[in-house]
């Protein structure tokens, strides 16, 4: 069946590294993609989108791009900071939603 | 300011009092659905409304119920609430079938 497999946490990084969060789905349709970031103590907020293969997402220096041939959609970071300190969700949407588990993610001073 | 507001934003309860959640939202979205939030088992839903009058059945829809008489509004409704549905809740909305989804603040109930 439909499914979002993302890599399980925590993942842990000193600010300034360089960060990739797999997510590879498995899906029967063309659906959009979704990264979804989690604060402390907040509701799911969207990061970035694509909707075709190709697409690339990008918000707050965060990037995926919707590989169709691999069935990925990784998030990556060039240079993370203390604030990027949430829980990062993966999500694709055709007639269903479905998100993966998330991952927390720690950066640290 | 468009949003999603969930009340209360904490809730405890004991086993068996009947209780409801509310949810609104102010962007005219067609679409709305209700999630819990567990540890290790992600997001999962509960159910979901294409429109006014239509719901269906999510994931884990056991113990709960839901209705949609207005487009804005989609409360959660525990009619004998136990314990394992002690979790923390979210109510999300999106304008159609592709878009992205705008989520609430989330709900964190306790039954004792």
């Known amino acids: 069946g439909d499914s979002v497999t993302q890599m399980e946490g925590p993942v842990t990084l000193s600010e300034e590294a360089f960060l990739t969060i797999n997510c590879t789905y498995t899906?029967?349709?063309?659906?959009?993609l979704f990264w979804y970031v989690q604060y402390p103590g907040e509701g799911l907020q969207l990061l970035l989108k694509?909707?075709?293969?190709?697409d690339k997402g990008s918000n707050k220096g965060f990037e995926a791009t919707y590989r169709k041939e691999t069935t990925s959609f990784h998030l990556e970071k060039g240079s993370v900071q203390v604030s990027d300190s949430a829980v990062y969700f993966c999500?694709?949407?055709?007639?269903?939603?479905?998100f993966g588990k998330g991952t927390r993610l720690h950066i640290l001073p | 300011e468009a949003q999603v507001t969930q009340n209360p934003r904490y809730l405890i309860t004991v086993t068996g009092k009947k209780l409801t959640v509310t949810c609104s939202q102010n962007?005219?979205?067609?679409?709305m659905s209700w999630y819990r939030q567990d540890p290790g088992l992600g997001l999962r839903q509960i159910y979901y409304?294409?429109?006014?009058?239509?719901?269906d059945k999510g994931d884990v829809p056991e113990g709960y119920k839901v209705s949609r008489k207005e487009k804005r509004n989609f409360p959660l409704i525990l009619e004998s609430p136990s314990p394992n549905q002690t979790s923390l809740y979210f109510c999300?909305?999106?304008?159609?079938?592709?878009?992205?989804?705008?989520f609430g603040n989330g709900t964190r109930l306790t039954v004792t």
């Open positions: 999300a909305s999106s304008f159609e079938g592709s878009s992205p989804l705008h």
């Open positions: 899906a029967t349709g063309y659906p959009s």
């Open positions: 694509a909707t075709k293969a190709d």
């Open positions: 999500a694709f949407r055709d007639d269903k939603i479905i």
């Open positions: 962007m005219n979205h067609e679409y």
């Open positions: 409304s294409m429109n006014v009058e239509v719901t």
